[in-house]
Every structure is written in structure tokens, then in C-alpha cells.
């Protein structure tokens, strides 16, 4: 079993920084693509940024300049740093990953639970 767990949320000022961190643990043969989503309020839930196994990132043109997407492949684990933080990312941020649970698996893909992440004005 594939479990994603994201921790690094929490209660800033606007203009501050968090960083968020997403490990999978379980049964891993190998991680592909990784990324963060965000929910806000009334809000369908959005693409923040994604990452390939080999480094290639994509952001959102909201965030772009102002959140780092990063990768640790021998933890597993998945980094958001987003700095000058603005009211607008208010939001439940949702770590997501490409599985291959197995080698005889196919590719799967994985939801956390979530994190609040709330700026303040």
C-alpha cells in the first residue's frame, strides 16, 4: 500500500514563506511524475507545479517566481518552498505522484490528504 503524507503547512503572514514537504512510503518500484495541487474555499482544485523523475518542472503562472518545486528520488519525497506568499494561496495543498507499485504493476496515481496553508494580510 502507497501512502503519500504532507506535512510543512500552517499560519503566515503575507509576504512570508513555507515550505511544504510530500513523502510516499509503501510498496515504491518507482516514482515518476510528482506534484502539488491546491483546493481554496468554493474553488475547484488547481495544478500548482509538477516535477519528472529526471527534474523537469512545470508551474502554474500564478506562482511562477514565487514557489520552487524540488525532488529527493532516494527519499521519495517532493518539496514545495513558496515564498512572498499572497491571501490568494490560501488554500488546502494536495501532494499527488505517479506510482508504479510493483514491477509487475502498472502506474498509479496517489493523493495525500492534504495541508492547509493560510496567508494572512
Known amino acids: 500500500q502507497v501512502q503519500l503524507v504532507e506535512s510543512g503547512g500552517g499560519l503566515v503572514q503575507a509576504g512570508g514563506s513555507l515550505r511544504l514537504s510530500c513523502a510516499a512510503s509503501?510498496?515504491?518500484?518507482?516514482?515518476?511524475?510528482m506534484g502539488w495541487y491546491r483546493q481554496a474555499p468554493g474553488k475547484q482544485r488547481e495544478l500548482v507545479s509538477t516535477?519528472?523523475?529526471?527534474?523537469?518542472?512545470t508551474y502554474v503562472d500564478s506562482v511562477k517566481g514565487r514557489f520552487t518545486i524540488s525532488r529527493d528520488n532516494a527519499k521519495n519525497t517532493v518539496y514545495l518552498q513558496m515564498n512572498s506568499l499572497r491571501p490568494e494561496d490560501t488554500a488546502v495543498y494536495y501532494c499527488?505522484?505517479?506510482?508504479?507499485?510493483?514491477?509487475?504493476?502498472?502506474?498509479?496515481?496517489?493523493w495525500g490528504r492534504g495541508t492547509q496553508v493560510t496567508v494572512s494580510s
Open positions: 499527488n505522484a505517479y506510482i508504479r507499485p510493483r514491477s509487475v504493476d502498472p502506474t498509479y496515481r496517489y
Open positions: 509503501g510498496s515504491i518500484f518507482s516514482n515518476n511524475a
Open positions: 516535477i519528472s523523475s529526471s527534474g523537469t518542472t
